[in-house]
């Protein structure tokens, strides 16, 4: 069992930044590939970012390639969403996913882990 807990989100306006963290408890994070996912009022949950277990590759949806950077820290059980640029479609609530396996993907149902999300609120 792994428990995610998502923090860092709040309200910024466009061109800002905010970083978002997800520390993971339980079962050692690293032993996990994990990914950010993003749900927009109205909208279907949609792949944002994902790492691989070891942390040296990840994979971005097109929306947001360029600007969101993730990053995982495993010894202390911490996976991170540097956003950048931020736009006011990025307005979502972000949450964080493990799935146990080595590579990371962007399909939901890999993911057996979910957090609870915070809200990111980006003012136009």
């Known amino acids: 069992q792994v428990q995610l807990v998502e923090s860092g989100g709040g309200l910024v306006q466009a061109g800002g930044s905010l970083r978002l963290s997800c520390a993971a408890s339980?079962?050692?994070?690293?032993?996990?590939?994990m990914a950010w996912y993003r749900q927009a009022p109205g909208k279907e949950r949609e792949f944002v970012a994902a790492i691989n277990r070891s942390g040296g590759i990840t994979r971005y949806a097109d929306s947001v390639k360029g600007r969101f950077t993730i990053s995982r820290d495993s010894p202390n059980d911490t996976v991170y969403l540097q956003m950048n640029s931020l736009k006011f479609e990025d307005t979502a609530v972000y949450y964080c996913?493990?799935?146990?396996?080595?590579?990371?993907?962007?399909?939901?149902?890999?993911?057996?882990?979910w957090g609870q999300g915070t809200q990111v609120t980006v003012s136009s």
């Open positions: 996913a493990a799935a146990p396996t080595y590579w990371g993907t962007h399909l939901p149902n890999s993911y057996n882990y």
């Open positions: 339980g079962r050692t994070s690293s032993s996990y590939a």
